[in-house]
Every structure is written in C-alpha cells, then in structure tokens.
C-alpha cells in the first residue's frame, strides 16, 4: 500500500491505493480543514505535495480555478478532496491561507 506523510506534523500512514487524500488524512486523525465537503468549492482542503506529485490523478479545471484563488499557491498545489493516492507522497498542510483568515 502506498504511503503517505503528512507534514509539518510527520504522520505517515499506509493508504488503500486509489483512496482520495482528504479521506486518508481524516481516516488517520490528521486535520485537513473542509468545509464544502470534499465538493470542490470551497478550497481549505489545499494541501502542497512535496513528493509524489506526478503520481496524482489529472486536475480538473475547478481544481484549477479554486486553486487559482489562494494567495499562499504553488507549482505542487492539490485540493486534497480531489486526489487519489497511487504512490507514495508527502504532503505539507500549509498555514491558513489569507483567504480564509476570519479577522480580515
Ligand atoms: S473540501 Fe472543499 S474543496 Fe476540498
């Protein structure tokens, strides 16, 4: 089974292949904000993959554009919700981004 760290916490675990990151990381006690779901819409479940990134499922262009959004993006930017683990990876759960900061 693939492996996947989490990051900046070190958690790693085993995950059934094909299993959707958010869920793998819920499953395990690893907090992934997720506030639509895991719909797609809303965005806090972005994770940045530190390895593994090629071995993910193809972005969809909703993906792309929630992404698009956030201030703290990068060139390895996932919405956890939307990939499926195949191999294994790490994974930084970055800070809040801006975007979501309440006090703003
Ligand atoms: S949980 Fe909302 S986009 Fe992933």
Redesign the pocket.
């Known amino acids: 089974m693939p492996k996947v760290k989490f990051l900046p916490s070190g958690t790693e675990v085993e995950v059934p292949e094909g299993k959707i990151l ?1 869920d793998a990381a819920l499953d395990n006690n690893v907090k992934i ?13 972005h994770v940045i993959v530190e390895q593994g990134y090629e071995s993910l499922n193809e972005m969809s262009e909703d993906e792309e554009d ?1 992404l698009d959004e956030l201030e703290n993006f990068s060139e390895t930017s996932r ?4 990939c499926r683990v195949t191999s294994d990876l790490v994974v930084r759960i970055p800070e809040k981004d801006p975007l979501f900061d309440d006090d703003v």
């Open positions: 958010l904000d997720h506030n639509c779901g895991g719909n797609c819409a809303c965005s806090t479940c929630m919405l956890a919700c939307q």
